[in-house]
């Protein structure tokens, strides 16, 4: 059995939600309760023992998970705190797990590529606990290697399971992700309340984590990233003229895959592997829109959509220069035009968007000029 299989969920939803005043594990957050998304998450990364570790209402929670493939765990002891149920659980586990993630339920927006990514890095790095990372803050859940079952269950509980693990700080596994579910939790009305409108727009990134993804989980150059956020300005630019007049363009789509639209812009065919990413990170379409920045073959009678505008404001921005069409194909064909098939493409690509352009002018009213100065885009700084 590899170590991939003998991995383990403890999920705690034992306590009172007195704070939220109505019982957390079974709010409904898009259509499924709380605690089905949870078990959801961990059934899609690939975790097939998951606990959930019960104490008020545990009969309800019962019933509610009669459906799914899941232990549950009653914890009598639930009135003593969280870290009573982490020990009720870890009392359970298997002597050969591996490692095993320990998850409150009032954190249920966690995206699955986010525990891929710390499995993956806990195998490549074995440690004492990995953490999500968002923004240089961690989150949950954290990963902890089952090696440290015994110092878990002979702590005193001063400090909870977090006074134990921050002895460990020192080997620790900090893992960057793009996902501030990580941090999300809902304690309150008003935190969840925010959770219903992430949710919402969940499938695209926000802008902080299209920061967070440029930034810190890729590293990518500044220069790179200082010349996607020029693009993202003016893509939101040229989308939001055209639903001025009528249109009905995606513009959180537009924005957030134009922020990223070059995120492996190190790799070979670099926006494939960027739409390999997004799409791997749950994101398909901002994959679909990041696939085709580089070539796109769009007809005047085709409808203009989010694709067109990000591959448009693509070829507006040299660096973090705003340019006429005309000016960036120039330049393109004194630097490869000696080359036939550089050039026929080339040819191709000033086609295309001499098309788009064509569109988004009609469509808005509006010169390209006109607009982004409308916009304040020719002012602007990156």
């Given at each position: 059995?590899?170590?991939?299989?003998?991995?383990?969920?403890?999920?705690?939803?034992?306590?009172?939600?007195?704070?939220?005043?109505?019982?957390?594990?079974?709010?409904?957050?898009?259509?499924?309760?709380?605690?089905?998304?949870?078990?959801?998450?961990?059934?899609?990364?690939?975790?097939?023992?998951?606990?959930?570790?019960?104490?008020?209402?545990?009969?309800?929670?019962?019933?509610?998970?009669?459906?799914?493939?899941?232990?549950?765990?009653?914890?009598?002891?639930?009135?003593?705190?969280?870290?009573?149920?982490?020990?009720?659980?870890?009392?359970?586990?298997?002597?050969?797990?591996?490692?095993?993630?320990?998850?409150?339920?009032?954190?249920?927006?966690?995206?699955?590529?986010?525990?891929?990514?710390?499995?993956?890095?806990?195998?490549?790095l074995p440690s004492p606990v990995a953490y999500p990372v968002f923004d240089d803050k961690r989150g949950h859940p954290p990963l902890i290697d089952g090696a440290l079952k015994e110092a878990i269950l002979s702590h005193g509980g001063n400090g909870g399971l977090g006074a134990l693990l921050r002895r460990f700080d020192a080997t620790a596994l900090d893992v960057q992700v793009a996902d501030e579910g990580v941090l999300l939790d809902a304690d309150t009305p008003d935190d969840f309340q925010r959770l219903e409108t992430r949710l919402a727009t969940s499938d695209r990134l926000t802008e902080d984590e299209c920061r967070v993804l440029m930034e810190k989980v890729r590293k990518l150059p500044g220069p790179l990233i200082h010349h996607c956020h020029r693009v993202a300005c003016v893509a939101t630019a040229l989308a939001r003229a055209v639903n001025d007049r009528g249109g009905a363009l995606d513009v959180h789509l537009v924005q957030s895959a134009a922020r990223v639209h070059d995120v492996a812009r190190t790799e070979i065919n670099h926006a494939a592997a960027g739409a390999h990413l997004l799409h791997a990170m749950g994101f398909p379409a901002m994959a679909a829109l990041i696939a085709i920045h580089m070539d796109i073959r769009p007809s005047q009678d085709s409808p203009l959509d989010e694709a067109q505008i990000v591959y448009l404001a693509d070829k507006l921005v040299a660096g973090t220069t705003l340019v006429s069409l005309k000016q960036r194909f120039d330049a393109k064909l004194k630097k490869y035009g000696h080359d036939p098939k550089a050039s026929a493409e080339i040819d191709q690509r000033q086609r295309a968007a001499l098309t788009i352009q064509s569109k988004v002018e009609q469509l808005s009213g509006q010169t390209i000029g006109q607009l982004l100065n409308t916009a304040g885009i020719i002012r602007r700084q990156p």
């Open positions: 059995m590899t170590r991939r299989r003998q991995r383990s969920v403890i999920i705690l939803a034992a306590g009172y939600s007195r704070r939220m005043r109505r019982f957390k594990p079974l709010l409904t957050l898009g259509g499924r309760t709380v605690l089905e998304r949870v078990v959801s998450l961990y059934r899609s990364a690939g975790v097939t023992d998951i606990r959930v570790v019960t104490g008020f209402r545990s009969q309800t929670i019962r019933s509610a998970l009669t459906s799914l493939p899941v232990a549950v765990v009653h914890n009598p002891a639930h009135d003593e705190g969280m870290f009573a149920s982490v020990l009720a659980g870890i009392n359970t586990l298997a002597s050969d797990v591996s490692s095993f993630f320990v998850h409150p339920v009032d954190i249920p927006l966690v995206r699955p590529h986010t525990l891929a990514m710390l499995m993956d890095a806990f195998d490549r």
